[in-house]
């Protein structure tokens, strides 16, 4: 009997659109953000219509995974998670350029949203009922962020373009020194390391930029509770 493949999960529409524009959003965001970030703020910004030729292509491979699946599970296979990202796996590029980073300056992430999530979290808990999710903190946040005009998001975005900026002057001193030998001692080998780490940093924020888009747009399909209709008391008789 041939062995069952589990069907791949295929992309979002967000995911398809920041591929197919990739180039030009790079070179549109502004220094220190990374393209997904920006890709995610110019998406959930889109009119209907923009974005409607990668919700067809999204909601068609969303059909056909469907099918497969179904075919899958009716002879015999079993779901199972299937790992995007190995971490730390042995002889990984991950795992090797995650541990030549270790003990460097902690990169900034979110951008203007991460900023204007650490400053006002502590009320938007306070506004969320007793025995909250955890996400139900950064749902709530990416409700009122996406309510912000250019102009008020502005600030925040500013001060994750300068953190970033800090960031970066700080991971040079780092490789100067402590990451100086071990540079000169493997060469090629640490550029490369270097270069995985940031498109795993890259890989990260996309995969944060997807999460903030699923959640602005659950918000905007998720229909509202029905008005309890008030029972009517039993009638007597008279």
């Known amino acids: ?57 999204a909601a068609d491979m969303k059909t056909e995974y469907e099918k497969q699946l179904e075919e899958f599970k ?6 199972a998670r299937i790992s995007k990202k190995p971490k730390g796996e042995a002889g990984s590029k991950r795992g ?39 996400t139900d903190v950064s749902k709530a946040a990416g409700v009122k962020w996406k309510t912000l005009s250019a102009a008020q998001k502005k600030p925040y975005e500013e ?16 490789k100067k020194s402590a990451g100086a030998a071990a540079e000169a001692a493997n060469g090629q080998e640490a550029e490369e390391d270097e270069e995985a780490a940031e498109e795993d940093e890259e890989a990260d924020d996309a995969e944060e930029a997807e999460e903030e888009v699923d959640e602005a747009e659950e918000e905007e399909a998720e229909p509202e509770p029905p008005a309890l209709k008030r029972a009517r008391p039993a009638a007597h008789g008279k």
């Not at 041939?2 to 591929?19: D, H």
């Not at 001060?159 to 780092?174: D, H, R």
């Open 1 to 57: 009997m041939a062995s069952l493949t589990q069907p791949k999960k295929p992309q979002t529409a967000f995911f398809m659109y920041l591929a197919e524009n990739r180039k030009a959003l790079t070179a549109e965001a502004t220094e220190g953000m990374h393209v997904a970030k920006y890709g995610a703020e110019k998406w959930k910004n889109m009119e209907p219509s923009q974005k409607a030729p990668w919700e067809k292509k």
């Open 74 to 79: 009716n002879q015999g296979g079993v779901m």
């Open 159 to 174: 001060k994750y373009a300068k953190k970033a900026a800090e960031y970066k002057i700080a991971l040079e001193e780092f």
């Open 96 to 134: 090797s350029a995650k541990a030549k980073l270790k003990g460097g300056p902690k990169k900034p992430a979110g951008g203007g949203y991460g900023v204007y999530l650490n400053e006002h979290r502590k009320e938007i808990v306070a506004s969320l009922p007793p025995g909250h999710k955890i």
